[in-house]
């Protein structure tokens, strides 16, 4: 394993829960809910978003036949949406993988209120590949930071792109550091857990340039918060019982803000 591969993995897995405060967990903190994750009936504007619907204009000009998206982690589906979006549509297809059911059924939904040809895998990512196929795009939205063996999953994504015409691509969108790491201080107040440096979007790019030797385009941009902070939400995410909410309100009020620092990663095989 490379250098940028190891610093990856030795991040990622700093920042594991230690055991003696998993047990006492009284909730499953890594599940994520899907109904945080239903796409908006009119995707937001954003840089990954447009990039990725202008690789998907590229390959339906070229095929005649409307494009295919991939969308990896899929969750209910924003990442591929917003790229069908607005209409007329260049994607003539998508498909969502992820490892929870129940996040595949949001996407298919959303699929099905769209009236868009759709198709779903439940599996995890780079193993669920085989029955993905190949695409004219590749999106993937939010997944790096749940992943520890970086090389093989990035790998997969670029060998799941379709160059039909040279025109195929990857886009990732991620935040600048782990979207949990602003709770750090959290973890050393409640449980004494002194958290490494999260890995870095820098790290992700290393990882791709020393495996594949591949230069993304990289891309920094501020990004609406999404998912729910409220104290009930950290409290579960910090293993503690639904009776230390207000403990866990009280200390929420001394950190800094939630950093929105979004980057969006393109790629071409
Ligand atoms: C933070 S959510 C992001 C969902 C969506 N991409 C978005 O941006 O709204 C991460 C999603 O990736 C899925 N996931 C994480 N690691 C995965 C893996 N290795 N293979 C497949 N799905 C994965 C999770 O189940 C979850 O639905």
Redesign the pocket.
């Known amino acids: 394993m490379g250098d940028a591969a190891e610093r990856w993995r030795e991040r990622q897995t700093g920042r594991g829960i230690p055991d003696r405060v998993l047990r006492h967990a009284p909730a499953d903190p890594w599940?994520?809910d899907?109904a945080d994750?239903t796409?908006p009936a009119e995707p937001a504007d954003t840089p990954s978003h447009r990039v990725a619907r202008a690789i998907a204009e590229r390959a339906a000009a070229w095929t005649c036949a409307g494009a295919s998206v991939l969308?990896?982690?899929?969750?209910?589906?924003?990442?591929a949406f917003g790229a069908a979006w607005p209409e007329p549509s260049p994607v003539a297809r998508v498909v969502g993988?992820?490892?929870?059911t129940d996040?595949l059924a949001v996407f298919t939904a959303a699929a099905r209120a769209r009236d868009l040809p759709h198709g779903t895998v439940h599996?995890?990512?780079?193993?669920?590949a085989a029955d993905a196929g190949r695409h004219d795009v590749v999106?993937?939205?939010?997944?790096l930071?749940?992943?520890v063996d970086l090389p093989p999953?990035l790998a997969a994504l670029t060998d799941a792109v379709r160059t039909r015409g040279g025109i195929g691509g990857v886009v990732v969108?991620m935040l600048t550091e782990h979207?949990l790491a602003w709770l750090d201080p959290l973890w050393a107040r409640f449980h004494d857990v002194v958290r490494p440096p999260s890995a870095t979007h820098d790290d992700a790019v290393a990882v791709l340039r020393e495996q594949q030797g591949v230069d993304p385009e990289v891309l920094t941009w501020t990004r609406a918060a999404?998912?729910p902070h409220d104290a009930a939400w950290v409290t579960r995410r910090l293993c503690l019982t639904a009776d230390r909410v207000e403990e866990v309100a009280a200390a929420l009020v001394d950190l800094p803000p939630r950093r929105t620092d979004a980057v969006t990663l393109t790629w071409s095989p």
């Open positions: 599940t994520h899907p994750f796409p969308d990896v982690g899929c969750g209910g589906g924003d990442a993988v992820d490892r929870q996040m599996g995890t990512w780079p193993e669920a999106v993937c939205h939010h997944v930071h749940n992943v999953f969108e979207p999404r998912l």
